[in-house]
């Protein structure tokens, strides 16, 4: 209980800082749906829609309904994504490696807590730090974009969004404890764990750009949770959630043998 | 020069991996170029059939689009992304690495002036970085002569390409100017993804919304391909604000560093 509490205290900061860039964010992307307003709304659609895949994806217009607030929210819905896949990464690669990086791992161990119990308040701490940004996000989502969009009802949606969002979180956070305890310099723990961020990142660009490669989206998490399918189709696949789950939980479980047996290097 | 030297040597290792990184990426996006643009001479012609203004709406004309150049330059905004971080990355360790593994007052006290030290510093980053960009362009060149099955502007090509360099340089100079306003980074690299990230999204952001004003905001809209390709020139305004944001950053972080308080350990 010591140790989450110390965590929380230490990553307060930080988080507090994110929320408001999040609000900040959700804000400004719904008042410009508000000021632009896409007058020729409809008329756009219609051209959009008859546009290939390929060319869609370069205006990041892709299939969504921009005369609609959802529609626009779904639209600047990746930016949201990109901004809690960094949060995570980062907190789930720090988390644990910053004990020897700042040389505190020492003082730490000589504890009576064993390191199980270490990594579990460790990760109970992560957990939360990434349930308050999503919540965050979700409730000022909820807000704005329910603000706009003219009485419709908005808030399924965003739920259905940030649930994604919150998995997606998980496998970045997992993969970032996973390598701290792995990697035997603490050091390369979060590069490592935000260049795998953006190199699925960048691969799930690149399956937009060509539907050959298609058969990689198993690859890259930011294809499980897409939010045109969450709005306007079928909703979670399960075979993306019992995927994310997998991953999260062989990750959690690698963090923890790794680390019971790691040479710390103080 | 031994600063220098010792400094190219530290990030050896990281300028390999980036260059090497930003150099697969490079050739991962353009051979996909083949495809798309077969599949781009569609919607060419869909678009054609539509009134000037609708196409105008889109911000960007179709035909740069679909030809090479317009591509290579909607791949390119990732390739600056990436170097972007790179860069802000270097500019924040310069000064913050030695605080924060104590070697600050070594450093400090070897018989070398404060403004030497911050000197040295920063040319090793520009060498890297200009390491980077070197690798990047030989590839990037050899990659698009391959799969361009068009003869494209090489003049144009290289206009685009050089203006990662000028990106690198500005996001290396706010990151030193951070490192020596902040008084101890705990991680480098939350910080430089945060500052890069949060321009690049309102980089995002202006190109949906073409908002004029937002781009005096983000280095990432400063050297604008689609602008480079229709006046072959780089936007004056532009240049000049690079320059200004270059310039004022490197002389604040020297007037900080010189009187910052350093303390030994």
């Not at chain 1, 959802?70 to 988390?95: P, Q, R, T």
């Not at chain 2, 698009?144 to 290289?158: H, Q």
Request: with cysteine; glycine share 4%; hydrophobic share 50%.
């Amino acid at each position: 209980m010591n140790i989450y509490l110390r965590e929380m205290k230490s990553s307060r900061k930080s988080l507090f800082i994110w929320c408001i860039a999040m609000i900040v964010f959700i804000a400004a992307a719904m008042g410009k749906y508000a000021a632009s307003s896409y007058v020729s709304g409809q008329s756009l659609n219609d051209i959009i829609s008859k546009m290939p895949e390929a060319v869609k994806s370069m205006f990041g217009a892709d299939r969504f309904d921009l005369s609609k607030a959802i529609g626009f929210y779904g639209a600047m819905f990746i930016y949201v994504v990109l901004m809690a896949a960094i949060h995570a990464s980062l907190i789930g690669s720090n988390i644990i490696s910053k004990e020897e990086d700042d040389k505190t791992a020492e003082f730490l161990m000589s504890k009576p807590v064993s390191r199980a119990k270490v990594i579990t308040s460790k990760l109970l701490a992560a957990i939360t730090n990434i349930a308050v940004f999503n919540i965050i996000t979700m409730l000022s989502s909820i807000y704005f974009v329910g603000y706009y969009s003219k009485g419709e009802n908005v808030t399924d949606d965003v739920i259905r969004l940030m649930i994604g969002v919150l998995f997606l979180q998980l496998i970045f956070m997992s993969l970032g404890l996973c390598f701290s305890a792995f990697l035997k310099n603490p050091k390369l723990a979060s590069p490592c764990t935000v260049g795998i961020m953006l190199a699925t990142y960048i691969l799930s660009l690149a399956i937009d750009i060509n539907s050959h490669l298609s058969g990689l989206k198993y690859l890259t998490p930011f294809k499980y949770f897409d939010a045109k399918n969450l709005i306007y189709e079928k909703g979670f696949e399960i075979i993306y959630i019992v995927l994310s789950v997998l991953i999260i939980s062989v990750f959690i479980f690698a963090a923890y043998v790794f680390y019971q047996k790691r040479d710390l290097k103080i | 020069m031994n600063m220098v030297l010792h400094e190219l040597k530290s990030c050896r290792k990281s300028t390999i991996v980036w260059a090497i990184s930003i150099a697969l990426m490079t050739i991962f996006f353009l051979s996909l170029y083949p495809s798309f643009s077969s599949s781009a001479s569609l919607v060419k012609k869909i678009l054609e059939g539509y009134p000037e203004p609708v196409r105008k709406a889109f911000g960007i004309s179709i035909d740069d689009v679909t030809k090479f150049l317009g591509f290579y330059s909607y791949m390119f905004s990732y390739v600056v992304l990436l170097g972007a971080i790179q860069a802000m990355n270097y500019g924040i360790s310069a000064i913050s690495k030695e605080i924060k593994l104590k070697t600050a007052d070594f450093l400090i006290t070897k018989p070398v002036r404060r403004d030497e030290v911050l000197t040295s510093k920063l040319f090793a980053s520009l060498i890297s970085l200009i390491i980077t960009d070197i690798i990047y362009l030989v590839t990037a060149f050899i990659t698009a002569e391959s799969v361009a099955k068009e003869s494209f502007n090489i003049k144009l090509f290289f206009m685009i390409s050089v203006t990662l360099f000028f990106v690198q340089v500005i996001f290396m100079s706010i990151g030193i100017l951070l490192s020596t306003i902040m008084r101890k980074i705990k991680s480098t690299i939350s910080i430089s993804l945060g500052v890069v990230f949060a321009f690049y999204i309102i980089g995002m952001l202006q190109a949906t919304l073409n908002d004029k004003a937002m781009k005096y905001i983000t280095p990432f809209k400063y050297f604008d391909a689609g602008y480079i390709i229709k006046n072959s020139s780089y936007d004056m305004t532009f240049v000049i604000i690079s320059l200004f944001v270059v310039v004022v950053s490197i002389l604040l972080s020297y007037v900080f560093f010189l009187k910052r308080d350093i303390y030994a350990v």
